[in-house]
């Protein structure tokens, strides 16, 4: 379980990025084109970001979502995924393939031992 401590760093970084100014509540949005729109915005508009604005605005967004992990739905997750397509599209970037889905792995098994007696 993560610490107060590193809860916090992640809040602060989401929250006061030296790369972008976000909108307060971005990333709680339901519309990814809006949530994507805005970053595409506060990229281009920073003047502290180090890279382009497609990469600096993708990388919050991925940020976010790698922080939040489990705590995330998988609506809102989904939400999120989308809104990274709408940025793609918005740069003239293009879209993810879409991806088979995966087979879900059953919970690993518990073998008894060999050495068990007869």
């Known amino acids: 379980m993560a610490s107060p401590r590193q809860e916090q ?7 006061s990025s030296k790369a972008l100014d ?11 084109r809006r ?12 003047r502290r970001r180090k890279t382009d604005p497609f990469r600096s605005a993708m990388s919050m967004l991925s940020f976010y979502i790698n922080r ?10 989904a ?5 990274k397509d709408e940025l793609r599209a918005l740069f003239d970037r293009p879209r993810r393939r879409p991806t ?6 059953p919970a690993a098994r518990r073998h008894k031992s060999a050495s068990r007696s007869r």
Not at 9 to 15: A, D, I
Not at 22 to 32: A, I, K, M, S
Not at 35 to 46: G, H, M, Q
């Open 9 to 15: 760093w992640s809040q602060w970084v989401t929250e």
């Open 22 to 32: 976000l909108q307060p509540g971005v990333f709680t949005w339901r519309d990814p």
């Open 35 to 46: 949530i994507a729109r805005s970053l595409k915005v506060s990229a281009e508009r920073s």
């Open 68 to 77: 939040a992990g489990r705590q995330l739905t998988a609506s809102r997750r």
């Open 79 to 83: 939400c999120l995924e989308t809104a």
């Open 100 to 105: 088979a889905k995966r087979a879900v792995r």
